[in-house]
């Protein structure tokens, strides 16, 4: 624009086309009882003798199986069960192989299929049928399976002040679009073929700021404002209802990021480098309907805001809404309110070749959850300092020097609350914990050819 303004330009064009979809080996239990000759819920068996279950009342077991977490208590979940069952005599079917070898007299049910009749839940297969290979389905009708085309045109403008020669001023605005796609992530089979469906994941950034240096260069700064929606949130949540943990991925309706960051360096002399930088966050969920209760919230959920079964029959006449939670408002996983890093870097010469060398970074910064899949606080990182040491030696002319160096000096990492785990059953937690949740230390020995 002139000499002391610019505009810059850009753009990113993005064109994604893929295919998603579930394939695999299944397989199903046989058992020598026909499910419609037995009276299970007492209106008599199936007269019609069509090999089909209607309203069949059955809980799966107890525990943690193949429906998720069932009190063993409760046995009063109906489920619809509807022409699933497989008679292994009926040469015209051809689900037949599933059976195997087995013939009259036997019967199994369709391998996509999860539920079983109430008349096999305490009776014991007599074999497993063969493995078969296929593209999964939801029921007979729905393929898991996504036809994924989508472009995006995503455009970024920076307009940049310069009022002296050592400062620049900016203000920034840029889109930015994560193609979707379907849930690729989960171990299971999503309850339908809308959950299988991930939508695109949209960003929009505003920031401005400024950079420069003082006292004759020897002191340099920069500081941004910024705030990040982002629409749509690609992010996993637990199954809901499920208290042992499957998790699918989802769109979430909205996150704000927002706050200040800054990072300076200060050569105090010509040994010795001071630095100080650090950020204020605030990130927040605007909208986030739908998502996993954990199982703390499960348990309370006929008081407390997860979703009961009783509530959800009455919100959407089923389920479907069982175990679920709106974390409107909820504080962003993975976001500390406040980050404060020191660095410094010294050294002194021992001799006329060799120079004594020491740095340290102190990293203080606030406490946040890190599971992002039900937002528990029983493993979380609690606020902490993060301390790191380099003292050695080396030549003048950096061709080589010799480090003993000391990591997370206090051993900060993950910490446990057990006043958030009071469930009475309480479920083992998995926690990533590397080499980085304990302090640790070496000898570094770096040799630079020229």
């Given at each position: 624009?002139?000499?002391?303004?610019?505009?810059?330009?850009?753009?990113?064009f993005?064109?994604?086309?893929?295919?998603?979809?579930?394939?695999?080996?299944?397989?199903?239990?046989?058992f020598?009882v026909?499910?419609?000759?037995?009276?299970?819920?007492?209106?008599?068996?199936?007269?019609?003798?069509?090999?089909?279950i209607y309203?069949t009342?059955?809980?799966?077991?107890?525990?943690?199986?193949?429906?998720?977490?069932?009190?063993?208590?409760?046995?009063?979940?109906?489920?619809?069960?509807?022409?699933?069952?497989?008679?292994?005599?009926?040469?015209?079917?051809?689900?037949?192989?599933?059976?195997?070898?087995?013939?009259?007299?036997?019967?199994?049910?369709?391998?996509?299929?999860?539920?079983?009749?109430?008349?096999?839940?305490?009776?014991?297969?007599?074999?497993?049928?063969?493995?078969?290979?296929?593209?999964?389905?939801?029921?007979s009708n729905?393929?898991?399976?996504?036809?994924y085309?989508?472009?995006?045109f995503?455009?970024?403008?920076?307009?940049?002040?310069?009022?002296?020669?050592?400062?620049?001023?900016?203000?920034?605005?840029?889109?930015?679009?994560?193609?979707?796609?379907?849930?690729?992530?989960?171990?299971?089979?999503?309850?339908?073929?809308?959950?299988?469906?991930?939508?695109?994941?949209?960003?929009?950034?505003?920031?401005?700021g400024?950079?420069g240096?003082?006292?004759?260069g020897?002191?340099?700064?920069n500081i941004?404002a910024?705030?990040?929606?982002i629409?749509?949130?690609?992010?996993a949540?637990?199954?809901?209802?499920?208290?042992?943990?499957g998790?699918?991925?989802?769109?979430?309706?909205?996150?704000?990021?927002?706050?200040i960051?800054?990072?300076?360096?200060?050569?105090?002399?010509?040994?010795?480098t001071?630095?100080?930088?650090?950020?204020?966050?605030?990130?927040?969920?605007?909208s986030?309907?739908?998502?996993?209760?954990?199982?703390?919230e499960?348990?309370?959920?006929?008081?407390?805001?997860?979703?009961?079964?009783?509530?959800?029959?009455?919100?959407?006449?089923d389920?479907?809404?069982?175990g679920?939670?709106?974390?409107?408002?909820s504080?962003?996983?993975?976001?500390?309110?406040?980050?404060?890093?020191?660095?410094?870097?010294?050294?002194?010469?021992?001799?006329?070749?060799?120079?004594?060398?020491?740095?340290?970074?102190?990293?203080?910064?606030?406490?946040?959850?890190?599971?992002?899949?039900?937002?528990?606080?029983?493993?979380?990182?609690g606020?902490?300092?993060?301390?790191?040491?380099?003292?050695?030696?080396?030549?003048?002319?950096?061709?080589w020097s010799?480090?003993?160096?000391?990591?997370?000096?206090?051993?900060?990492g993950?910490?446990?609350?057990?006043?958030?785990?009071s469930?009475?059953?309480?479920?083992?937690k998995?926690?990533?914990?590397?080499?980085?949740?304990?302090?640790?230390?070496g000898?570094?020995?770096?040799?630079?050819?020229?």
């Open positions: 624009m002139d000499d002391k303004a610019s505009i810059d330009v850009g753009a990113r993005t064109d994604i086309s893929k295919q998603s979809y579930i394939q695999g080996f299944g397989a199903t239990w046989i020598d026909d499910p419609d000759g037995i009276d299970t819920d007492g209106a008599g068996p199936d007269a019609a003798g069509d090999g089909v309203t009342d059955h809980d799966n077991g107890c525990g943690q199986g193949i429906q998720g977490w069932r009190d063993c208590s409760d046995r009063s979940r109906d489920n619809d069960v509807v022409d699933v069952i497989i008679d292994c005599g009926d040469v015209t079917d051809p689900r037949t192989r599933q059976c195997g070898s087995y013939g009259a007299g036997f019967y199994t049910n369709v391998w996509q299929t999860r539920e079983i009749p109430d008349a096999w839940d305490t009776l014991s297969p007599v074999d497993l049928g063969p493995m078969l290979w296929g593209i999964r389905r939801a029921n729905d393929i898991y399976y996504r036809d085309n989508e472009n995006f995503d455009p970024q403008i920076t307009l940049r002040y310069r009022p002296t020669d050592n400062m620049s001023l900016y203000a920034k605005w840029a889109r930015a679009t994560k193609g979707g796609g379907a849930d690729v992530s989960t171990a299971g089979l999503p309850d339908n073929q809308d959950a299988f469906l991930i939508e695109d994941e949209k960003a929009e950034n505003w920031e401005i400024a950079k240096s003082l006292m004759d020897a002191a340099q700064y941004t910024f705030n990040i929606t629409n749509d949130l690609q992010i949540t637990t199954t809901p209802g499920d208290l042992g943990g998790s699918v991925s989802t769109n979430a309706g909205k996150q704000r990021t927002r706050g960051e800054w990072d300076t360096r200060w050569a105090a002399t010509d040994r010795l001071l630095g100080f930088a650090g950020a204020i966050m605030d990130g927040k969920m605007l986030f309907e739908g998502a996993g209760c954990n199982d703390l499960f348990e309370q959920a006929d008081t407390g805001p997860c979703i009961s079964e009783d509530e959800s029959d009455a919100l959407v006449g389920d479907s809404l069982e679920t939670i709106d974390r409107s408002g504080d962003a996983p993975r976001t500390p309110n406040w980050s404060f890093i020191v660095d410094l870097d010294y050294w002194y010469p021992l001799s006329d070749n060799l120079k004594y060398q020491f740095s340290s970074k102190m990293n203080y910064t606030d406490g946040y959850i890190v599971n992002v899949e039900d937002f528990n606080e029983i493993l979380k990182y606020t902490r300092i993060i301390a790191n040491f380099n003292v050695g030696v080396g030549d003048m002319d950096d061709t010799l480090n003993f160096y000391l990591r997370n000096a206090f051993s900060e993950l910490q446990y609350f057990p006043e958030n785990d469930v009475e059953a309480r479920i083992i998995p926690a990533n914990l590397s080499p980085r949740n304990w302090a640790s230390y000898v570094n020995l770096t040799y630079n050819w020229r």
